[in-house]
């Protein structure tokens, strides 16, 4: 079949305030912003940023209605390494955002926090052991908000 997928190009995320969500996912992750999009009335409204390191774009489009639909979701999960999630854990509490800890997911280890529109964001470590394992229902993690991620 020569109608392949290569990679993901980018991830889009509806924010109720651009402004405060660019600020919080350029310090989250490091963020390098690419590209500004103007609607019609010269309103800037959306913003395309390089994701350091992951080989693709984040792009953060301001819609209140969207983004409070999607406020407890977690629509995709960004992979590292096991130790990355040590690391991540480090600087999450640095920075003073609130996470999960670390759960055995059905194919590996995940940690999840929320950004400023409650949208669950998935830091996932994949293991092939855990995979390879028979999934009971006291291995299996259920969609819903990771443990200690309750939005207050």
């Known amino acids: 079949m020569n109608a392949a997928v290569s990679g993901v190009h980018h991830l889009k995320i509806w924010v109720t305030d651009l402004d405060r969500s660019r600020s919080w996912y350029e310090r989250v992750f490091g963020l390098v912003l690419r590209t500004k999009f103007e609607d019609d009335d010269g309103v800037v409204r959306g913003m395309a940023f390089d994701f350091p390191g992951a080989g693709l774009q984040l792009a953060l489009r301001e819609n209140p209605g969207l983004a409070g639909a999607l406020s407890g979701a977690d629509p995709f999960a960004l992979q590292t390494s096991r130790e990355g999630l040590d690391d991540w854990i480090a600087h999450l509490d640095a920075l003073g955002v609130p996470h999960s800890p670390v759960i055995k997911a059905s194919a590996g280890h995940a940690l999840g926090f929320l950004d400023?529109?409650?949208?669950?964001?998935?830091?996932?470590?994949?293991?092939?052991?855990?995979?390879?394992?028979?999934?009971?229902?006291?291995?299996?993690?259920?969609?819903?908000?990771?443990p200690g991620l309750e939005r207050g």
């Not at 092939?128 to 299996?140: K, M, S, T, V, W």
Request: hydrophobic share 30%.
């Open 116 to 146: 400023p529109d409650g949208i669950q964001l998935r830091l996932y470590a994949p293991d092939d052991e855990i995979h390879a394992a028979p999934a009971g229902h006291e291995r299996l993690y259920r969609s819903g908000p990771l």
